[in-house]
């Protein structure tokens, strides 16, 4: 696939499981649905990974190396952020979370010395302005108090430890380790993970067999999962963190877009203000700056020899 239909497979599955995950809150613990989730994720890698006969078998020090991938990737950063909704609404974990694009340009930057360009920074500033007016109205009756504050600290620590997992996704690349693979282990630890933090929390494994946890389920697992993470950390090695990660700003974009058509969400001059700021920031790290040719290039230079 092309980097352009990446990043649109990416950001419409990751900007339409708000609505999945909706159905997966209620009767079962969202720590034994993160294992179910990631779990299944991982079993369907490793299927395909066997059917097409990827490498599965790896040394200790490359295992570490996943553990740590699907530690921060797919266990702690989902911990921090669901817990964060314990104090804090949606609205203020979009624009927490949105800020991965900040801390991977300061991630990559420190860990590869990964080189920032002005356009970079310049489409970065116009999604997190978008965001900020998007969500606006709810951002201005927000009482910001100990519980606020509190859970906008759990969301930023879940995603500067989403942002080392991104890092770790490269530093899995330059290592040569296979995607799929790397992916299907790191799923699997996470989901390891998710399964030790529900027992030390006193939580059950209990299952909803309601049509629509099974198939948010399903979704989250197979699209939200399998396909946006392969679709997402593809990008993120072919096109850097900084870049791939701009799709995180569009998540809340695509989920207003959704909302206004299955839940006749209302819009007012903050949402397309917000969104206008989105997509131009989105443009402008996309499109390609015109190559500026000097005067050397333009016209033709003759030597001119002065004969004393």
């Not at 339409?16 to 009767?27: E, M, V």
């Not at 694009?101 to 489409?123: D, E, H, M, P, W």
Request: net charge positive; proline share 3%.
């Amino acid at each position: 696939m092309n980097n352009i239909l990446l990043y649109c497979i990416t950001v419409v599955i990751w900007g339409s499981t708000w609505i999945a995950i909706n159905y997966q809150l209620g009767d079962v613990a969202p720590q034994a649905s993160l294992t179910y989730r990631f779990g299944l994720a991982a079993a369907l890698i490793f299927s395909f990974c066997l059917i097409k006969g990827l490498p599965l078998r790896f040394n200790l020090r490359q295992h570490m190396q996943f553990f740590c991938f699907g530690l921060a990737l797919f266990g702690l950063n989902y911990y921090f952020i669901y817990s964060a909704q314990n104090y804090i609404n949606s609205a203020l974990t979009s624009i927490g979370f949105s800020m991965i694009l900040i801390f991977n340009i300061l991630n990559a930057r420190v860990i590869f010395g990964t080189k920032i360009t002005a356009q970079v920074y310049l489409g970065g500033l116009l999604g997190l302005l978008g965001i900020l007016t998007l969500f606006w109205p709810e951002i201005s009756n927000i009482h910001i108090g100990n519980e606020a504050v509190w859970g906008l600290t759990l969301c930023l620590c879940g995603t500067f430890i989403a942002s080392i997992g991104n890092m770790i996704s490269i530093k899995n690349q330059k290592l040569n380790l296979p995607l799929l693979p790397a992916t299907a282990w790191g799923m699997f630890y996470g989901a390891l993970f998710m399964a030790a933090m529900t027992v030390i929390q006193g939580q059950v494994f209990n299952f909803s067999m309601t049509l629509s946890y099974i198939t948010s389920l399903i979704y989250l697992s197979v699209f939200g999962s399998v396909v946006a993470f392969v679709c997402y950390l593809t990008l993120l090695n072919r096109i850097g963190a900084h870049k791939a990660s701009y799709s995180s700003i569009m998540f809340p974009a695509v989920a207003v877009i959704i909302s206004s058509v299955v839940e006749d969400f209302s819009w007012n001059i903050y949402t397309i203000i917000g969104l206008l700021f989105i997509f131009s920031g989105n443009l402008v790290l996309v499109i390609k700056p015109k190559k500026v040719l000097s005067l050397e290039t333009k016209l033709p230079v003759k030597a001119i020899h002065i004969n004393e």
